[in-house]
């Protein structure tokens, strides 16, 4: 019997490389769609290149999308690529709702054009509850977002819904919240804490400059939550579910951690910036997880703790190995 083939668009992204992992390790076939750019940025995924086939497309190019779908037929989409991180959908708000919003409803079009039975993940958002209407946040909350990053995410959401129900497409969205690892890019908090934070146990800094300390977030581990996005399309029925682990931690909980498993006091290196400060900062984002607890069998397996001190960890092992090649010339 032929292996299961799957599609991932945003393969060289975090959670890309995660899922290809996973899905490699299930005997999938595994094919990464990647944009055409100047800078080619494979890192997350160079461990694994010579076991998936990577295709050029583009979310933008529905032409590109299309000719993808008919060449190698996948059973299973998960759409993981966006304009993700959040400040720059600010700078940049067309680009991110031409890729973030319409690039799901381009690639939900090339599925239905081309094989209306492929099964379809859409990686949906915490960001979309923004200005929180209820604490914890379910799959009934009603959506507010404070970004155009999250208003982009609801687009994306709901025609994800709308080709479900009027296609009758196996289309599912899951409402993740934040989920961090080592392979998070340096723009993001959880990773900018841990990267710096191994800096200065190193002697190679001796600031951290933070936005505001009081933001609280859900974060888990990126790891935990491709399982999530793959139990989802082996279901009998497509639905959407948020996953999350129904936990919140602080910025400063976040440094607090990272700074003790390295022996040192948070209060001695942060410090605030209010180039940090969001325009519109969420309120409370909380997850309530217990349908996909109950429906998938889905869990987290790693804590807020044991998550930031792996970061930590790997940013540490990083560090020293950029400085070890230097050690050969002296």
């Known amino acids: 019997m032929a292996n299961r083939r799957a599609l991932i668009t945003g393969?060289?992204?975090?959670?890309?490389?995660?899922?290809?992992?996973?899905?490699?390790?299930?005997?999938?076939?595994?094919?990464?769609?990647?944009?055409?750019?100047?800078?080619v940025t494979f890192t997350r995924i160079h461990h694994i290149q010579d076991k998936i086939t990577l295709v050029s497309g583009d979310l933008?190019?529905?032409?590109?999308?299309?000719?993808?779908?008919?060449?190698?037929?996948?059973?299973?989409?998960?759409?993981?690529?966006?304009?993700?991180?959040?400040p720059a959908s600010w700078q940049q708000p067309v680009f991110t709702g031409e890729v973030t919003a319409l690039g799901v409803t381009r690639m939900l079009e090339a599925i239905r054009t081309v094989d209306p039975t492929i099964r379809f993940y859409q990686a949906s958002s915490s960001e979309m509850f923004g200005k929180v209407r209820?604490?914890?946040?379910?799959?009934?909350?009603?959506?507010?977002?404070?970004?155009?990053?999250?208003?982009?995410?609801?687009?994306g959401h709901w025609i994800t819904v709308n080709y479900r129900e009027s296609y009758n497409l196996f289309a599912c969205s899951g409402i993740l919240f934040n989920h961090e690892s080592p392979r998070r890019g340096l723009e993001f908090v959880t990773r900018k804490v841990s990267y710096q934070v191994a800096r200065i146990k190193l002697g190679l800094a001796d600031k951290l400059a933070l936005g505001n300390l009081d933001a609280k977030r859900d974060w888990g581990y990126a790891g935990d939550y491709v399982r999530a996005m793959w139990l989802m399309l082996q279901q009998d029925e497509p639905d959407d579910y948020v996953v999350g682990t129904g936990e919140t931690h602080s910025v400063q909980e976040l440094c607090e951690v990272a700074f003790a498993h390295v022996g040192l006091d948070w209060r001695d290196y942060v410090v605030?910036?209010?180039?940090?400060?969001?325009?519109?900062?969420?309120?409370?984002?909380?997850?309530?997880?217990?349908?996909?607890?109950?429906?998938?069998?889905w869990a987290p397996n790693i804590t807020f703790k044991g998550l930031v001190e792996m970061m930590v960890d790997a940013d540490l092992k990083l560090l020293e190995e950029e400085k070890e090649p230097t050690k050969h010339y002296e």
Request: proline letters at 8%; a neutral charge.
């Open 272 to 297: 605030q910036d209010p180039r940090f400060m969001r325009p519109a900062e969420v309120d409370l984002l909380v997850s309530d997880p217990s349908k996909a607890r109950a429906k998938l069998g």
């Open 11 to 39: 393969i060289t992204g975090q959670d890309g490389s995660y899922l290809a992992e996973f899905l490699l390790e299930k005997g999938y076939d595994v094919i990464g769609l990647v944009r055409r750019t100047s800078t």
């Open 60 to 86: 933008l190019d529905q032409g590109s999308l299309i000719a993808t779908l008919r060449d190698y037929r996948p059973q299973e989409v998960y759409n993981l690529a966006a304009q993700s991180f959040v």
């Open 134 to 155: 209820e604490v914890p946040q379910r799959e009934t909350t009603p959506f507010y977002p404070r970004s155009p990053y999250g208003v982009a995410k609801v687009y």
